[in-house]
């Protein structure tokens, strides 16, 4: 099976890869640099519009193109007013599915500069002293103190947006 991914950081490269590998065997992950067509620090809506574009945009020569996304929404009851969440498209060159990943509340003056346009991976590469962070394990990586990472977010989001496809007859 191969499986386009519209994206080149090793993290959600590597997270779609291990989410296709529990349901599928011989799964050939293609990354591809293409364009989200969001701002690079994406909110509320414009995160699941980027998942999406990466996902059709990234499609060709392949069973499966994934777009996978991260970003901000805006949630009532969150202290910061707004929860990260991963969401991962999967397109078959017709139809398409959208899974999410766990959420949680980055601090909040990392929101509030994320608010201003900062880019969050870029806010915490600065705080954290770690280059490249999101490219690496994430930033939730170093928030769990290595409990959780970028590829363990981007493999839920991916299971969950796999769940149609492993249930053609309940969602067809």
């Keep these: 099976m191969r499986v386009a991914v519209g994206s080149t950081n090793p993290t959600k490269v590597e997270g779609v890869k291990r989410a296709f590998e529990i349901f599928f065997k011989d799964v050939c992950v293609i990354p591809k640099s293409v ?9 509320d809506d414009e995160v699941v519009e980027g998942a999406i574009n990466r996902a059709l945009n990234s499609y060709g020569n392949c069973d499966f193109s994934v777009g996978v996304e991260a970003g901000l929404f805006r949630i009532k009851g969150a202290k910061t007013g707004y929860i990260d969440f991963q969401v991962a498209v999967i397109y078959d060159g017709k139809d398409y599915s959208i899974g999410f990943g766990p959420g949680f509340e980055f601090p909040p003056f990392v929101v509030d500069r994320a608010l201003k346009g900062y880019e969050v991976g870029k806010i915490m590469s600065k705080i954290t002293g770690i280059k ?4 690496r394990f994430g930033a939730i990586y170093y928030l769990t103190k290595g409990a959780v990472s970028r590829v363990d ?17 309940l969602y067809r």
């Excluded at 364009?35 to 909110?43: D, L, N």
């Excluded at 991916?158 to 769940?163: D, G, Q, R, W």
């Design 132 to 135: 490249d962070i999101g490219r």
């Design 35 to 43: 364009k989200s067509g969001v701002r690079s620090q994406p909110i």
């Design 153 to 169: 977010l981007t493999k839920i989001a991916v299971i969950m947006a796999l769940i149609p496809w492993l249930n053609l007859d």
